[in-house]
């Protein structure tokens, strides 16, 4: 009697399981081919660059193809994976939305280049050096709230950094002193935040806002101030220029995308490996974690909760200022008010996409940088949509991630409580 | 030989209350050391202080005759006290070993945990003391039983020589208790000593070499089993004579009030956690559902009052089906529910007493009027309400958070009561609660039962269960295992039951009532 | 400790502490005084402190520092003189100059003539008028606290609520009686879509409303630029909308250029009716229960969801009618940057006004005179505008952690258990 409800109660969740999202996949494909199929003529061809500009990498041809048997191929497999999920069932969600949001993304650029040709690997290298603020926001969030301290202030924190980076960097003419104040400015910055939150208990939330206010209050102020009348002297620290790594910047696609960035790309990379070795491999990263989930088991065991979390809030704010610098040192070289537009949120999301660990908070800063740099791309391509309605894009992506993930992504149990002994 | 360990004049005060007063306390090494007292008593306040999770405001701590100061856990485990607590200081997420390890990681190459080594000492102890576990377990899929075995492992691994525990066996079925005792006689054997902390007399008697009883945050005196009974321990407890026993007539239930039939529910989880359970509470009875808590009844009371949707079965309450309506609707057919979390689940701490009392019924008559409060109707009926059931608080003005644990609980037996019901769901309505205040609630619920309300009572404390029940449910992994009527019931034979063992077997060895018809008050 | 120190510890009665609302008991003015001490204070602090950057910014006083050996007199004084540039700009931008006032009042007892009184009246009137659309904002977020939700979008529901209700205005001709009162509607409606959104995704999946009100402020700037620049747009080249028909204006109380208008009056009647919703409606109970415990909220019968996507839905009708009332009294068109600073702003105000109706009005007079204020510093003593964002964030903060205030000041207040703001993230 019992296997048999369970076994009626499985089936009619099974079938809510699988034949919703089963259904829904050959609507996309339905989607795909009215939207981008029906525009397109025979013959028309996408061709997509595949050697970046002023790059070391062995030179590949470019691939063209032809642009309706393409997207007819990809609402198939679209078809074909929603079939497959009535049929069968696909164990992994994720995959099956990363599979199908995948063809339609390249569905979407092959009707876009139709006719024209297109620099997909430096679409995809600008990606990764977008991704790279969002991504250093994203290992900030991780490295607080798996103590248990949720960090809104990023942002902010961000924001000063960039400012205090470019004045530095121009004052010293020197970009490593730029980017030692940028790092030192997101610590003390982090530090405020952690004592207003840890000593004083200051709600988590509330003290981000504020640091966040604070942030683009004193940062336009001193702008106004100084930095727009002295432009020379305060406020032109040039940029870090790209270093291309010997060897591997050779490999064609891979080598102009990961080998051939300036030194907070590839800091932020190595940041990434080493977060994830040391948050679940050493000791350090065990205590935060547990610290993270359950503090009085921890304290119980001697372990200082207080100064474990002081101590990831400010190697989180370091990485921020890291972050900041990236606007400024590493981009444009100059500070223009509120630059950071959202960027500290959208790498607040990313961390829960990525589920509050360093890797995944990594793949999914690339989605966002990717999304934000196909919205630049569009307006170049002359895609009929308003350039100000392509610049949603990544704030919409970053609400629907949040809608589709949130309920079933599960943070650090003691995430957001102050500890009272 | 000094004793293993000595506490002089050791006092603690916290805002409103002395929890500790001047205790003295010595624990010989190789004893069992029980320290007795009520809710409240001080019991664990002390050995928090012991543990070094508190400081003294005075007092002094001997180990072996030598003074010391634990100002940290780390203090305390570095001179040999180590500590399982009530609520099992355990991270689910993690694996056995993890936990075990915390704080005194082994490291390898310098840089990175050394998962390995630490999971075969967790082995080497396993099988030298007989806590079975496996090391790469995840905490959150272990069974209560194996979680406070792990608890003993971490303390056992750092070398503790003297060992608290507090409250053990109240995650227990009785044959699990027999087990830890079984443990912990083999830990004294290996030379620890052990203190161990209770509410409950019977354990206290079994398991004791000595008992220290805490009254008040003082020190009433400390016995031998064999000086004392339970009659005596239980006064000195509490103060004053008290009777074992809860006045009750027979019951005389007439009809159905709540009928379930085969409810399956998923806790939030998704996991399938009551599975085919199956039962009817009369109008007139109490109807007590035993069993170790985890096996379900958390979220059957939960799918009962709409919290928590059920995935199939049927509720009928007085003969309508009542298994999709909502919270609200299922309070407004007369269901009242204490549940088993007061301050997280029944009230609304912040919020003024007056408010809380009306908590389910704002929004009816003469409360409001359409979406107008009424306050002044609502400041009169409170203050009615509070006199009625004895909630001592200075007005209903003041913030639910300043009343005590007990009054708190009454607050929300007041809102309950002052409701036209036809059943009452009471889950652990006597948690953490002074005797006084027991004592009151068993009688409102006995009162309650004459009146006609159907009575549903589901709690972990077996002697509660028997003490109220007119009928006894137990509950395993999810079902219903058998309902027998409580007059006479054997308690060896519902620990069976709560361990998972099946009707049919647990009969073969035990009968379902004992001769005698003695009925036990909770302590 | 000594035996009698603990003893007396331990009689402290916990029952000392009491809610600031309990009727009757213990003095309603001293209660009022304690609710009122720290955020004073905090605002004192703050403005101390936005003197502390303004002097040492201050090009003067760093060149009288340069000199500090040879002129120390001078070097000394710069500070104060610079503050008191500043905040005598601001003084003066915010009330108006008391000298010229007497002169115009004796002005017009003699000639009866009323225009140097109206200048003399102006920065006064314009500081409310400043203060109008905060009081909606303020409202807003404070009604969203009052629920446990982090409403952070007012400024987009703010700018959607003012194109909604510009649209209404100057795309329709109607007699005033139906035009004005539509015209608010929409700008309400749009502000309520606008939070409804992130409130229904917070009550079906969880997902922070943090995060998702902070994305469609973003998303709403975005479209605003494309509805400037296109559909909305007047003839001509500015990014602009249309000049409303005079029928939907919100009638102005003085002639020109005072443009103090009924705005002021209709938020002063909304705030009384959210104070009435919350406090002695049914609905406004559960609210409050929902933010204070929403675990005991559901036992008890109220639904979670119900409660969160109305409150979001009425916060931004709210900071939609802020938007509306801006569109409709003041300006009377829309353009880029409408909402500048609103959105974090009423954040400020409705911490500071410890998401009370009351404290609310209070702090959006506070923010209307500084911003009234902040303008002529700016202009006469150079002063960034953006200071003023400096000094809320430091309010924000005062007021958020009081043990600051106290450690400063040396208070020794009983504690008041403090509204919880919000908890982690997902549900």
């Known amino acids: 009697m019992t296997t048999e409800i369970i076994q009626q109660s499985r089936k009619s969740s099974f079938v809510r399981a699988r034949l919703v999202p089963g259904l829904i996949l050959i609507a996309i494909g339905l ?20 050697n970046a500009m002023r790059s070391q990498a062995l030179p590949i041809p470019d691939l063209t193809l032809p642009v309706q048997p393409a997207i007819y191929v990809l609402i198939l497999v679209t078809v074909f994976l929603g079939a497959w999920q009535l049929a069968r069932g696909i164990r992994s969600t994720g995959l099956l939305i990363g599979m199908v949001a995948f063809c339609f993304v390249v569905a979407f650029l092959i009707w876009a280049t139709r006719d024209k040709s297109f620099n997909l690997v430096g679409m995809l290298s600008s990606s990764l050096v977008r991704a790279t603020p969002i991504a250093l926001a994203a290992l900030c969030g991780v490295i607080s709230e798996r103590a248990a301290v949720v960090n809104i202030a990023i942002e902010g924190i961000m924001l000063i950094a960039a400012e205090t980076a470019v004045m530095a960097g121009t004052l010293s003419h020197s970009l490593y002193v730029g980017l030692l104040v940028a790092i030192l400015t997101g610590a003390l910055i982090a530090a405020i935040h952690a004592v207003l939150v840890i000593k004083y208990k200051v709600d988590q939330i509330v003290s981000g806002v504020a640091i966040n206010i604070f942030g ?90 207080f100064l474990m979390r002081y101590v990831n809030v400010i190697i989180g704010g370091m990485i921020a200022g890291l972050g900041g610098a990236y606007f400024t040192l590493g981009s444009v070289g100059r500070f223009d008010e509120i630059m950071t537009a959202g960027k500290g949120f959208i790498g607040l999301a990313a961390m829960i996409f990525g589920k509050w660990n360093p890797i995944g908070a990594f793949t999914s800063s690339l989605i966002f940088g990717f999304a934000d740099s196909l919205q630049v791309k569009m307006q170049i391509l002359k895609v009929p949509i308003p350039s100000q309605i392509l610049g949603m894009a990544p704030y919409l992506v970053t609400m629907i991630v949040l809608a589709g993930l949130v309920g079933r992504a599960i943070p650090p149990a003691a995430d957001g409580q102050p500890y009272e002994k | 030989m000094p004793p293993v360990l000595e506490l002089r004049g050791v006092t603690k005060a916290f805002p409103g209350v002395l929890a500790n007063d001047h205790i003295d306390l010595t624990l010989e090494e190789g004893e069992i050391h029980a320290l ?45 006290v180590g500590m399982v607590h009530q609520h099992f200081m355990l991270i689910p997420v993690m694996t056995v070993t993890e936990n075990v390890m915390l704080g005194i990681e082994t ?29 790469d377990a995840y905490i959150k899929d272990l069974p209560v039983g194996a979680q406070q075995r792990v608890e003993i492992i971490k303390v056992l691994y750092r070398q503790a ?57 003082k020190v009433v005196g400390t016995v031998t089993p064999q000086e004392a009974s339970q009659e005596k321990l239980a006064a000195m407890m509490v103060g004053r004579q008290v009777n074992l026993v809860v006045q ?17 529910v998923r806790d939030e989880r ?34 009962l009052t709409g919290l928590l949707p059920a995935v199939s079965g049927t509720v009928s309450l007085l003969g309508k089906p009542v298994r999709h309506a909502s919270p609200r609707k299922i309070l407004e057919r007369g269901v009242a529910h204490i549940p088993e979390d007061r301050q997280k689940h029944g009230l609304v701490l912040s919020f003024p007493v007056h408010d809380n009392l009306v908590l389910c019924s704002y929004y009816l008559p003469p409360n409001a009027h359409g979406i107008a409060l009424q306050e002044n109707t609502i400041i009169s009926t409170a ?51 002074d005797v006084g205040s027991i004592e009151y609630i068993h009688n409102r619920i006995v009162e309650k039962r004459d009146e006609g309300t159907a009575v549903l009572l589901v709690s972990p404390e077996l002697d509660e269960i028997i003490a109220l029940s007119d009928r006894i449910a137990v509950m395993y992994k999810g079902q219903i295992v058998d309902i027998v009527p409580a007059g006479g019931v054997n308690r060896k034979y519902l620990g069976l039951l709560m361990a998972g063992v099946k009707s049919a077997e647990a009969l073969e060895t035990t009968p379902r009532t004992t001769e005698e018809a003695e009925v036990e008050r909770v302590f | 400790m000594k035996s009698k120190d603990v003893k007396k510890k331990a009689a402290t009665k916990p029952a000392d502490k009491e809610e600031p609302t309990s009727k009757g008991k213990r003095g309603f003015w001293s209660q009022a005084g304690q609710t009122l001490l720290i955020p004073a204070l905090s605002v004192v602090t703050g403005l101390v402190f936005g003197a502390i950057i303004i002097i040492i910014t201050d090009a003067h006083v760093l060149a009288a520092y340069k000199n500090f050996f040879s002129a120390p007199g001078l070097a000394l004084l710069a500070p104060f003189e610079a503050v008191f540039n500043a905040y005598g700009a601001l003084f003066t931008g915010s009330f108006g100059s008391p000298v010229a006032l007497v002169k115009a009042i004796q002005t017009y007892a003699a000639t009866g003539d009323n225009a140097s009184l109206l200048k003399a009246i102006y920065p006064f009137t314009e500081s409310l008028v400043s203060a109008t659309p905060y009081i909606f904002s303020g409202l807003a977020v404070a009604l969203g606290f009052r629920c446990g939700l982090f409403n952070i979008g007012a400024e987009g529901q703010f700018f959607i609520g003012a194109l909604c209700s510009a649209y209404v205005g100057y795309a329709f001709k109607m007699p005033w009686y139906f035009h004005l009162p539509l015209a608010l509607l929409a700008g309400a409606l749009g502000g309520a879509i606008w939070g409804a959104i992130p409130g229904y995704l917070k009550a079906v999946t969880g997902a922070h409303e943090v995060v998702n009100t902070i994305m469609m402020n973003w998303i709403a700037f975005r479209l605003s630029d494309w509805l400037l620049t296109g559909p909305m747009m007047a003839a001509g080249f500015r990014p602009v909308t249309p000049v409303i028909q005079d029928t939907a204006f919100l009638p102005r109380i003085f002639s020109d250029p005072l443009r103090f208008n009924a705005g002021f009056f209709l938020a002063l009647a909304v705030a009384a009716l959210v104070y009435w919703f919350l406090f002695k409606t049914t609905l406004g109970f559960e609210i409050r229960a929902v933010g204070m415990n929403p675990d005991a909220a559901r036992y008890a019968g109220m639904s979670i969801v119900r409660n969160f996507v109305l409150v979001m839905t009425l916060s931004g009708a709210l900071a939609g009618l802020a938007g509306a009332s801006q569109v409709l009294g003041v300006d009377h068109w829309v353009g880029q940057g409408f909402s500048a600073g609103y959105g974090f702003d009423s954040i400020a105000l409705a911490l500071l006004g410890k998401s009370h109706p009351v404290g609310v009005v209070l702090a959006a007079l506070l923010f209307g005179f500084l911003r009234g204020g902040a303008t002529r510093m700016q202009s006469m003593a150079g002063i960034p505008i953006d200071i003023i964002s400096v000094i809320q964030g430091f309010v924000i903060i005062f007021v958020a952690a009081p043990a600051i205030i106290r450690a400063i000041y040396r208070l020794r207040v009983a504690r008041v258990e403090e509204t919880v703001l919000t908890r982690g993230w997902g549900k």
Request: charged share 20%; proline share 5%.
């Open chain 1, 31 to 50: 989607v795909i081919l009215f939207l981008f199929g029906v525009d397109t003529e025979a013959g028309q061809q996408a061709t997509f660059g595949m």
């Open chain 2, 270 to 303: 998704k996991n399938l956690v009551v599975q085919g359970a199956s039962f009817d509470v009369h109008i007139g009875e109490v109807l007590g559902i035993a069993g170790v808590q985890g096996n379900g009844q958390t979220e059957l009371v939960y799918a």
């Open chain 2, 248 to 264: 009750k007539k027979l019951a005389k239930p007439k009809g159905v009030a709540l009928e379930v039939k085969d409810l399956y």
């Open chain 2, 161 to 217: 020589d003297v060992l608290i525990l507090d409250e053990p066996t109240a995650v227990l079925t009785p044959q699990e208790v027999e087990g830890l005792f079984k443990v912990l006689r083999s830990l004294i054997a290996k030379g620890k000593s052990i203190i161990f902390i209770t509410h409950k007399l019977k354990e206290v008697m079994a398991l004791a070499d000595r008992i220290t009883v805490l009254r008040g945050g």
């Open chain 2, 36 to 80: 007795l007292g009520e809710n409240g008593a001080g019991k664990t306040t002390l050995m928090n202080i012991l543990y070094g999770l508190y400081k003294p405001d005075e007092g002094q701590i001997f180990v072996r005759g030598e003074k010391v100061d634990i100002h940290s856990p780390s203090d305390a485990i570095g001179r040999g």
């Open chain 1, 216 to 305: 683009i209050g004193i940062t336009s102020f001193i702008s106004s101030r100084f930095l727009e009348r002295n432009g020379d002297l305060l406020n032109n620290s040039g940029t870090f220029p790209v270093i291309p790594v010997p060897l591997l910047s050779k490999i064609p696609i891979l080598g102009p995308i990961l080998f051939e960035n300036n030194l907070i790309v590839y800091l932020m990379i190595l940041l990434v490996i080493v977060l994830h070795i040391l948050l679940f491999y050493t000791p350090w990263g065990l205590r935060t974690r547990a610290v993270g989930e359950h503090p009085k088991a921890a304290d119980t065991l001697g372990i200082n909760v």
């Open chain 2, 383 to 433: 203050t009615k309400l509070v006199d009625q059931f004895d909630v001592r608080t200075p007005s209903v003005y003041v913030q639910a958070s300043t009343l005590s644990g007990g009054n708190q609980q009454k607050v929300i037996v007041a809102r309950e009561f002052s409701r036209p019901i036809k059943l009452l769901i009471a889950s652990q309505p006597t948690r953490g609660l």
């Open chain 2, 107 to 135: 490291i390898r190459n310098g840089v990175f945990l050394d998962l390995a080594t630490v999971a075969k000492r967790i082995r080497e102890i396993s099988e030298q003391h007989g806590l079975e576990v496996d090391p």
